[in-house]
């Protein structure tokens, strides 16, 4: 499966929904998962995010495993997004910002 990773948290610029052909993206308040169940790992949707969130499993920084489990947990929860609505407000600002975890809203 892929991932997103710690930089979609208070940005969500929803421009990776557009391009996945499965419909596989969840959404929260503030962030985007992946369902694991669902995901092809065709990476189409690494490039398009320009927070750089997303990542294939295997390539998961080991300070960010965490981020594995969270998408197989919120998705279970989170209602599906298929259409891009463009990013929150502040997401240029918070963009390059690290370690924004506290920050999830659920
Ligand atoms: Fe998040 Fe990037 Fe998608 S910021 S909503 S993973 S385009």
């Known amino acids: 499966t892929h991932v997103v990773l710690d930089s979609c948290i208070r940005c969500k610029y929803t421009d990776c929904v557009d391009v996945c052909p499965v419909d596989c993206f969840r959404e929260g308040p503030n962030f985007l998962v992946i369902d694991p169940e669902e995901c092809i790992?065709?990476?189409?949707?690494?490039p398009e995010c320009p927070a750089n969130a997303i990542l294939p499993e295997e390539d998961v920084p080991s300070d960010q495993l965490q981020f594995v489990q969270l998408n197989a947990e919120l998705a279970k929860v989170w209602p599906s997004i298929t259409k891009r609505k463009g990013s929150l407000p502040d997401a240029d600002e918070w963009k390059?910002?690290?370690n924004k975890l506290p920050h999830l809203q659920r």
């Open 96 to 98: 390059d910002r690290k």
């Open 41 to 46: 790992d065709c990476a189409v949707c690494i």
